[in-house]
Nanobody, 121 residues
Framework: QVQLVESGGGLVQAGGSLRLSCAAS????????MGWYRQAAGKQRELVAT???????NYGDSVKGRFTISRDNAKNTAYLQMNSLKPEDTAVYYC???????????????WGQGTQVTVSS
Protein backbone atom coordinates (compact mmCIF):
# COMPACT_ATOMS: atom_id res chain seq x y z
CA GLN A 1 0.00 0.00 0.00
CA VAL A 2 0.98 3.60 -0.61
CA GLN A 3 -0.02 6.49 1.65
CA LEU A 4 -0.11 10.10 0.51
CA VAL A 5 0.03 12.98 2.96
CA GLU A 6 -0.57 16.56 1.82
CA SER A 7 0.54 19.69 3.63
CA GLY A 8 0.78 23.41 3.00
CA GLY A 9 -2.83 24.44 2.59
CA GLY A 10 -4.32 27.42 4.34
CA LEU A 11 -5.86 30.86 3.99
CA VAL A 12 -4.28 33.44 1.72
CA GLN A 13 -5.35 36.72 0.17
CA ALA A 14 -5.97 37.05 -3.54
CA GLY A 15 -2.71 37.57 -5.38
CA GLY A 16 -0.76 35.63 -2.79
CA SER A 17 1.10 32.33 -2.98
CA LEU A 18 1.05 28.93 -1.33
CA ARG A 19 3.13 25.81 -1.75
CA LEU A 20 1.59 22.39 -1.29
CA SER A 21 3.57 19.24 -0.62
CA CYS A 22 2.59 15.61 -1.06
CA ALA A 23 4.74 12.92 0.49
CA ALA A 24 4.27 9.30 -0.50
CA SER A 25 5.21 6.54 1.89
CA UNK A 26 4.65 2.86 2.43
CA UNK A 27 5.61 -0.14 0.40
CA UNK A 28 6.57 1.75 -2.76
CA UNK A 29 8.13 -0.04 -5.69
CA UNK A 30 7.76 2.81 -8.16
CA UNK A 31 5.64 5.89 -8.80
CA UNK A 32 4.64 6.75 -12.33
CA UNK A 33 2.55 9.89 -12.23
CA MET A 34 1.96 12.26 -9.32
CA GLY A 35 -0.60 14.99 -9.52
CA TRP A 36 -2.91 17.44 -7.88
CA TYR A 37 -6.66 17.68 -8.27
CA ARG A 38 -9.10 20.01 -6.57
CA GLN A 39 -12.74 20.04 -5.66
CA ALA A 40 -14.63 23.19 -4.84
CA ALA A 41 -17.89 23.09 -2.90
CA GLY A 42 -20.70 21.87 -5.12
CA LYS A 43 -18.41 21.12 -8.05
CA GLN A 44 -16.74 18.08 -9.53
CA ARG A 45 -13.13 17.24 -8.89
CA GLU A 46 -10.89 18.72 -11.58
CA LEU A 47 -7.33 18.37 -12.75
CA VAL A 48 -4.85 20.91 -11.48
CA ALA A 49 -1.53 19.45 -12.61
CA THR A 50 0.33 16.19 -13.13
CA UNK A 51 3.97 15.24 -13.49
CA UNK A 52 5.39 11.92 -14.60
CA UNK A 53 8.57 10.21 -13.49
CA UNK A 54 10.50 11.83 -16.34
CA UNK A 55 9.37 15.32 -15.40
CA UNK A 56 6.76 15.89 -18.10
CA UNK A 57 3.96 18.09 -16.83
CA ASN A 58 0.33 18.74 -17.66
CA TYR A 59 -1.84 21.57 -16.31
CA GLY A 60 -5.49 22.40 -16.16
CA ASP A 61 -6.38 25.42 -18.29
CA SER A 62 -7.43 27.53 -15.31
CA VAL A 63 -4.02 27.34 -13.61
CA LYS A 64 -1.62 27.49 -16.55
CA GLY A 65 0.98 30.19 -16.05
CA ARG A 66 0.22 30.54 -12.33
CA PHE A 67 0.87 27.10 -10.82
CA THR A 68 3.97 24.96 -11.12
CA ILE A 69 4.21 21.28 -10.26
CA SER A 70 7.52 19.68 -9.39
CA ARG A 71 8.73 16.43 -7.97
CA ASP A 72 11.61 14.98 -5.97
CA ASN A 73 11.81 11.33 -6.98
CA ALA A 74 14.36 10.51 -4.30
CA LYS A 75 11.93 11.71 -1.64
CA ASN A 76 8.76 10.42 -3.34
CA THR A 77 7.37 13.92 -2.92
CA ALA A 78 5.48 16.23 -5.24
CA TYR A 79 5.04 19.96 -4.84
CA LEU A 80 2.59 22.50 -6.17
CA GLN A 81 3.69 26.12 -6.18
CA MET A 82 0.62 28.32 -6.51
CA ASN A 83 1.11 31.97 -7.40
CA SER A 84 -1.30 34.78 -8.22
CA LEU A 85 -4.04 32.97 -6.35
CA LYS A 86 -7.64 33.89 -7.06
CA PRO A 87 -10.79 33.37 -4.98
CA GLU A 88 -11.91 30.80 -7.56
CA ASP A 89 -8.89 28.68 -6.61
CA THR A 90 -10.58 27.99 -3.28
CA ALA A 91 -11.04 24.23 -2.97
CA VAL A 92 -9.86 21.08 -1.29
CA TYR A 93 -6.68 20.01 -3.05
CA TYR A 94 -6.02 16.30 -3.34
CA CYS A 95 -2.74 14.61 -4.13
CA UNK A 96 -2.85 11.66 -6.49
CA UNK A 97 -0.26 9.04 -7.36
CA UNK A 98 -0.23 6.20 -9.84
CA UNK A 99 2.11 3.82 -8.11
CA UNK A 100 3.19 0.25 -7.86
CA UNK A 101 3.52 -1.05 -4.34
CA UNK A 102 5.71 -3.92 -3.29
CA UNK A 103 4.26 -7.31 -4.08
CA UNK A 104 1.98 -6.10 -6.89
CA UNK A 105 2.57 -6.15 -10.62
CA UNK A 106 -0.05 -3.55 -11.44
CA UNK A 107 -0.08 0.20 -10.89
CA UNK A 108 -2.85 1.48 -8.64
CA UNK A 109 -4.41 4.89 -8.12
CA UNK A 110 -3.86 6.46 -4.69
CA TRP A 111 -5.33 9.59 -3.12
CA GLY A 112 -4.42 11.75 -0.19
CA GLN A 113 -6.91 13.02 2.35
CA GLY A 114 -6.95 16.53 0.91
CA THR A 115 -5.88 19.93 2.14
CA GLN A 116 -8.03 23.05 2.16
CA VAL A 117 -6.93 26.12 0.24
CA THR A 118 -8.98 29.25 0.78
CA VAL A 119 -8.30 32.46 -1.15
CA SER A 120 -9.98 35.58 0.19
CA SER A 121 -10.84 38.54 -2.04
Amino acid sequence: QVQLVESGGGLVQAGGSLRLSCAASGSIFSINVMGWYRQAAGKQRELVATIDSGGSTNYGDSVKGRFTISRDNAKNTAYLQMNSLKPEDTAVYYCNAVARSGGRYAYDNYWGQGTQVTVSS
